[in-house]
């Protein structure tokens, strides 16, 4: 258990909607990193979040949208869904930046199905 | 552009014997590499990592390899026993501190008892 929560584990959804992944990262952790999963694909970086501000950005999509809140749990935000939308989420969490030996510790990950 | 390889997207081992898992790389820039181990059904955990100031980093086990003139780094697990079944995804950084991690896509690893 690696102490970061992701809800729902599991969302099957029609094109065209939106929907909210949820992330509580680990006790003490001020950095929230998202990441996508496609089939037969490594992890994309989405977005990082870093005591409530936003630190970096990878390859998000305009649809896409996250925030941290002061509670710092994090939200992310998939509007006008796609096919191709269908993929595992991830969220991950650090102590600072990227940790004391630099590892990012990982939710179960999001499911996200579009029909 | 995928910028973090890994080529092989299997391998199959015998148990108690060596694993050697390859990963290259393109930006040169990058100077801290990590490897992370996912089990079905989980996020992935953290295993391994190594500065690009150093060429070899050992933990038990497992024996991260870099070598920067070829962009190439590896994972050496052994002896591999069954629990070793995974995926395992190499990543990379471009300073330690720096918050983001480029992952290759992931070399699934059976053990065969």
């Known amino acids: 258990d690696s102490g970061v929560t992701q809800t729902p584990k599991h969302l099957i959804t029609a094109t065209g909607q939106r929907v909210t992944l949820r992330c509580s990262p680990r006790s003490g952790d001020l950095s929230v990193y998202w990441y996508q999963q496609s089939l037969d694909q490594g992890l994309q970086f989405l977005i990082q979040?870093?005591?409530?501000?936003?630190?970096a950005k990878g390859n998000i999509l305009e649809r896409f949208s996250a925030q941290q809140f002061p509670d710092l749990h994090s939200e992310l935000n998939l509007s006008s869904l796609e096919l191709g939308d269908s993929a595992l989420y991830f969220c991950?969490?650090?102590?600072?930046?990227?940790?004391?030996?630099?590892?990012?510790?990982f939710g179960e990950g999001s499911r996200l199905t579009v029909l | 552009d995928q910028q973090v390889k890994q080529n092989s997207p299997s391998l199959s081992v015998q148990e108690g014997r060596i694993s050697i898992l390859n990963c290259d790389y393109t930006n040169s820039m990058f100077d801290y590499f990590l490897w992370y181990k996912k089990y079905p059904a989980e996020g992935p955990t953290f295993l391994i990592s190594?500065?690009?100031?150093?060429d070899k980093n050992e933990d038990g086990r497992f024996t991260v390899f870099l070598n920067k003139s070829a962009k190439h780094l590896s994972l050496h697990i052994v002896p591999s026993q069954p629990g070793d079944s995974a995926v395992y995804f190499c990543?990379?950084?471009?300073?330690?501190?720096?918050?983001?991690?480029?992952f290759g896509t992931g070399t699934r690893l059976t053990i065969i008892p």
């Open positions: 190594i500065s690009s100031i150093k």
């Open positions: 990543a990379a950084c471009l300073n330690f501190g720096n918050e983001k991690l480029t």
């Open positions: 979040y870093y005591n409530g501000e936003e630190r």
């Open positions: 991950a969490s650090s102590v600072g930046l990227l940790g004391l030996t630099g590892e990012l510790f």
